[in-house]
């Protein structure tokens, strides 16, 4: 497919507006930057189906990734109400895009693990400059900040996590979150920025990335190790489009900092996931997360989070987009 360098917009003056209502106001644009990534990309759809203007933000510069962001992208332009942008975020004139009915979505982060310490630290080094690069901006348009982070950022915990609970990354992305939270809690506090952090467990559905384990499960040849084959996180999971949903509802709420974790309320999710994909069933007890529990409580208090999509269902569905996908596009996925 043909992309401009730049703004990419098939808006025209006959566009459908809708209204998302944020402490009265109405909210009828949203910039949302990794946007043709695996949360991104389904954000930015049920935005556009929910009538709002999307600018979204992503850089298709990596061949790797490139044949995916295509097809995602030819799928989001297909709605008038959708802009691209094809840079990184601090190299674009991102005060261009923001104005007073406005949400910023920031999901854009450097795919996780790297093997090289070097590497990790020029990553969140990156990472938080382009994070640094959105508050400029908002120093002088304050419009809501939603930021997505992750359950990473707790470290090896045991018993009930909520979001009072100390961070303590180990992982390479626990420690870029852990990073990031830091400084947007600071500095959005200092110039008030109305700011929800929104952590979450590990998240599957279609277009999950391919390092992504149920992702692997499903589309995995050589059968005979399984077990092996887990994600960075297994304490928890949800379905994409409730992580989504969860988004669009925080751009309603009036706050001025807010850090909400996400959780489908069940023990064992991930694991029953597995078992549903592989079935073969799995010792719980030999998950270093087996003793976990988090706390549904302020999710549902803040959001009335409740997620509606069963681990059964949502692998179902993640398997039938690969297999179609499989069919009509047989170059996308490796297998």
Excluded at 77 to 87: A, E, I, P, Q, V
Excluded at 89 to 118: C, G, R
Excluded at 262 to 275: N, Q
Excluded at 305 to 325: D, N, R, Y
């Amino acid at each position: 497919m043909k992309y401009s360098p730049n703004l990419i917009s098939r808006r025209d003056c006959c566009k459908r507006v809708a209204f998302f209502w944020r402490g009265g106001n109405k909210v009828e644009k949203a910039v949302v930057t990794g946007a043709l990534g695996f949360i991104g990309f389904h954000l930015t759809d049920k935005l556009l189906n929910e009538g709002v203007s999307v600018i979204g933000i992503d850089n298709l510069a990596d061949p790797k990734r490139t044949e995916i962001q295509e097809e995602k992208l030819m799928h989001l332009l297909r709605n008038s109400n959708f802009d691209f942008k094809n840079s990184n975020i601090s190299s674009s004139e991102f005060q261009n895009f923001i104005d007073d009915n406005t949400v910023v979505y920031h999901l854009a982060s450097p795919i996780m693990p790297f093997t090289k310490l070097p590497r990790i630290a020029k990553a969140i080094e990156d990472s938080i400059s382009e994070t640094k690069a959105i508050v400029n901006v908002l120093q002088k348009k304050p419009v809501p900040l939603i930021y997505t982070s992750s359950m990473q950022v707790y470290g090896k915990r045991y018993g009930t996590i909520s979001e009072k609970t100390p961070v303590n990354p180990l992982s390479d992305e626990g420690r870029l979150k852990g990073a990031e939270e830091a400084y947007l809690l600071k500095r959005c506090s200092e110039i008030h920025i109305p700011l929800i952090i929104i952590r979450l467990p590990s998240v599957y559905g279609p277009w999950q990335r391919e390092d992504m384990a149920y992702h692997r499960l499903l589309t995995i040849k050589d059968k005979r190790h399984l077990e092996k084959v887990e994600d960075a996180f297994t304490a928890d999971i949800i379905y994409v489009d409730d992580v989504v949903d969860a988004f669009i509802n925080a751009s309603k709420i009036s706050v001025k900092k807010e850090i909400i974790n996400l959780t489908s309320g069940k023990e064992g999710e991930w694991h029953k996931g597995k078992e549903w994909i592989t079935g073969e069933r799995i010792n719980l007890r030999e998950d270093p997360f087996f003793n976990v529990r988090i706390s549904t409580d302020h999710a549902s208090k803040i959001l009335g989070f409740k997620p509606s999509v069963a681990i059964e269902q949502g692998v179902e569905k993640q398997k039938a987009h690969i297999e179609k996908m499989m069919k009509t596009v047989p170059s996308l996925y490796s297998v």
